[in-house]
């Protein structure tokens, strides 16, 4: 069974910290992964799609890294704010079908 | 506004009884797909299309059917054979497979079912 794993499970940080977490997955057999941000009452919105070892992307302040050699995803947030307070999931796609293995997600709260 | 729409926001089932949750896309896209999540656990796939006319089981079909008549809409039943129906359900689509990368999936607000 193929298992994507996400730690912390949750974390608490204060306005202006910068924080990090990790999704691993088996190394064998990559294609792709995703980063996604849920907030809460909303929909999941996409972050980032990467896919060569090595990747490292970035929007605003969140920042993503691949090592799919070793099978693990860092995502960044420098300065944390308010608003970035969500669950981040990552997702490996499986298959030639393209579908997504989800991790159970980080919950992020930022305290102003 | 192009986007993925999901009703009811909530729905009552009550004991044997079957229930349809709607998901309606007007990206254009033709890939569709169904999740459910539980507490504590990662969203898991139930079913998925990917184009009209056409669908697969995920990992956790049983108890749950799905139609693809048109290409906007994936609407998903909820059977009396599922017996542990209460959790919140999430439909996404994407384009077409390409390029290798798997396509992003765009999600809709979710349904949440409860059993009475």
């Keep these: 069974i193929l298992n994507v794993e996400q730690s912390p499970q949750s974390l608490h940080v204060q306005e202006g910290d910068s924080t990090n977490f990790t999704c691993s997955f088996p190394s064998s057999n990559f294609y792709a992964l995703h980063w996604y941000r849920w907030e809460t009452a909303k929909s999941p919105e996409a972050l980032f799609v990467m896919t060569l070892n090595g990747d490292e992307k970035k929007k605003g302040r969140i920042s993503a890294t691949l090592n799919t050699k070793e099978g693990y995803s860092y995502l960044y947030i420098k300065g944390s704010q308010p608003e970035d307070s969500a669950t981040y999931l990552c997702a490996l796609v499986w298959g030639s079908q393209g579908n997504l293995i989800f991790g159970k997600g980080t919950k992020l709260s930022v305290k102003p | ?116």
Excluded at chain 2, 1 to 9: A, W, Y
């Design chain 2, 1 to 116: 506004d192009g986007g993925i729409t999901q009703s009811p926001k909530y729905l009552f089932r009550k004991e044997g009884q079957n229930v349809t949750l709607s998901c309606e896309q007007n990206l254009n896209h033709d890939a569709m797909y169904w999740y459910r999540q539980d507490p504590g656990q990662g969203l898991r796939l139930i079913y998925y299309s990917q184009i009209v006319n056409d669908f697969q089981k995920g990992d956790i079909a049983e108890g749950y059917s799905v139609s693809r008549e048109k290409k906007e809409s994936f609407p998903l039943t909820v059977t009396s054979a599922q017996k542990n129906p209460t959790a919140f359900y999430l439909c996404a689509s994407s384009a077409p497979l390409g390029g290798g990368a798997g396509e992003t999936q765009y999600f809709g607000p979710g349904t949440r079912l409860l059993v009475l």
